[in-house]
Every structure is written in structure tokens, then in C-alpha cells.
């Protein structure tokens, strides 16, 4: 599985940060994967943020919930992640990762893409 994420690299605080995971090598909707995303603010450790499944449900970190949502665009092979009223702290690193369990440890998906950095500034 390869994984590729895109962004917006720079978003204004209070705007929606939208990102998009393209995948290679298995297919979204039927591999039995979990496609998540995952997070490494500077200085800081990796937050796992949320993640959908096969059947398109979706599970979120708690911390998260009310501003973050998960789609997939199963034509194309690809999920996104939309991060609502986004302030300075939510500046970091954002992964996306594969893996055949569901975990909510960050450091427990097996596979990942390069990362792409969001930067919100005004």
C-alpha cells in the first residue's frame, strides 16, 4: 500500500483545512483496510486524529470530533480529512496511514505516507 497526502499548506485561522490521502496498491473501499490520519505538531509527538473504514464508517479522536470529518472518494482511490475553524495550534505535519486493525496509537499504523505540513497563520 502507498499512500500520498496533498494540502493547502498555508490556511488562515477560523478557515477549514481540507486535505486529500490518494492511495496505491489496494483498493479504499475493499481491501479491509482502516485509512487514517495523523498528525506531529512542531516539537511535539504524533496525535492520531481519525479514520474510516471499508464500509465508510467513521471514528474520530474525542479531542477532535466537532471539527474534524472524514470522506472517501472511493472512483478515485482517495480519502480527505476536513479540519474546520483552524487556529495556530492546529500547525503541524499531517500524515495519512493504512493498516489492517483499528487503533487509535498513532504509532501502531503500519503504513504511511511522506507527510505533508499545514501551517496556520495569518
Known amino acids: 500500500v502507498q499512500l500520498r497526502e496533498s494540502g493547502p499548506g498555508l490556511v488562515k485561522p477560523s478557515q477549514t483545512a481540507s486535505l486529500t490521502c490518494t492511495v496505491s496498491g489496494d483498493s479504499i473501499a475493499s481491501s479491509g483496510y482502516y485509512w487514517s490520519w495523523i498528525r506531529q505538531p512542531p516539537g511535539k509527538g504524533l496525535e492520531w486524529m481519525g479514520a474510516?473504514?471499508?464500509?465508510?464508517?467513521?471514528y474520530y479522536s474525542p479531542s477532535l470530533e466537532s471539527r474534524a470529518s472524514i470522506f472517501r472518494d472511493s472512483p478515485n482511490n482517495r480519502f480527505t480529512l476536513q479540519l474546520r475553524s483552524v487556529t495556530p495550534e492546529d500547525t503541524a505535519v499531517y500524515f495519512c496511514a493504512a493498516n489492517k486493525f483499528y487503533s487509535r496509537t498513532a504509532a501502531s499504523w503500519e503504513y504511511w505516507g511522506q507527510g505533508t505540513q499545514v501551517t496556520v497563520s495569518s
Open positions: 474510516i473504514d471499508t464500509s465508510g464508517d467513521t
